[in-house]
Structure formats: C-alpha cells, structure tokens
C-alpha cells in the first residue's frame, strides 16, 4: 500500500518514540495549517517539497540537536558491513507559540549572510531555492532545484549543507554550473533523512559493531538536545 505523506510523517515519529529517544509528551499536535505554510512560499517564493510540508503540518517539539547512527563514509556507502559512528545535527525546531518562526528566521538569515557582500557575496537568484532545515557544521538545506532525485547518484541528492567556517563557496565547489549554490549533498531528500534520524535505519548495525567490539549498547535517550 502506497504510503501518504502524513503516514509516512507519522510513523516516524512514532519511531522516534519506540526507540526511546523522545517521549510522547515531548510532542504535541501542531496548530501548522496549509494556509500557514503557503504564506511562507508566498514570502520566500519557494515551494516546498509535499513530505517536508506534512512534516511541518505533523507535530510541535522543542528538541534540536539529534544524533543518529551513520555511514561514516557517506550515505552512498550503506553496505551492512560499512562502519557506523554517531552523527550530530539540528534540525529546526518547531515550538508550540508560533511554530514557524524558526523557520523564517533561519530562512531570512540564510538570505542575508549568502548575499551579504562582506560574507558569502552571491546573488539572491543563487540561492532562492534553498530552505534552510538545520545545522550540520554549517547550514543543512534542501535544495529545491533538485527534483530527479536518484538514490544511487550523490549529484541528484536534495539534502546538502555548507560548512560554516567557508565563505568562497565558488573554490570550495560549492557552486554548480547553472552558477547555483549547491553544497556538499548529504541525503537523497528529506524522507531518507528522517529514516536515518527518527526511524533509526542504521540503528540495528550500529548495536552490531559496538557488540562485535565489546562496548555498551547505547542509551536513545541521549540522542536528542532540548532547547535551552
């Protein structure tokens, strides 16, 4: 059965909470409308991807910083016997008084450091299609401008980030040849990003290694930051 985009929103997060790392009162239903979300497609002109929508539409949390067991090569390299080490990021968090507004900021921050003279120095047509999510060393955006999405091809990923301590994005390659910024591509899009984060896709080989090496199987409670 084809899964609909709130499903598939929903059974994440009902991973997130099988595996202990958050808790069901860590979460609440969010007051996010369609409406809500096209005002801010409307304000940036951008449009957003369906699952990332739903995902905004799904629930409020206050948690940033997630980490989760990952390829410590690269999401190409997801052979079973690849090594895995934990991962940090922080993802955008969706607070229950005014839900978006963290979504605007980082948006409206992105814009004004990429296109700032003194920092980045890019055009805003360089950068229109990217949305801010979170923070990975750097900001982690889905990149709008990608929609043939393969998962055995890195070129084709959505979900790229751009390290914080650079600021020639043209030496560092992160500019492509359409002269669009496009940074160094992480996951295929945003649903692989919440199998590997809320559903724990690597969590299962993860245990193995640490078993095989005699270490302490990890406590998931600790894979979650709240806000401070």
Known sequence: MVQTQKQIVEKAFRKLIRRGVVSESMLTPSTVTDQDVDEFERTFDVRLPDLFRAFLKAYSYDFTVMCAPVPLDGMEHSEPESEKGL???ELISLPRQEPLRN????????RRICTDRELINLKLDCVRNLVPIGEWDGPLCIDLNQTDIRGDDPSTWQICRFDETVFDWKAAGYIDGNGRAAGERKFPDFKALLDVYFCGKYDKAYER?????????????FYVQMRR
């Open 209 to 221: 290694q640490l078993r095989a090496c005699g270490e302490e199987m990890p406590d998931y409670s």
């Open 103 to 110: 979504l605007y900021a980082g948006m409206e921050s992105f």
């Open 87 to 89: 991962c940090w990021i």
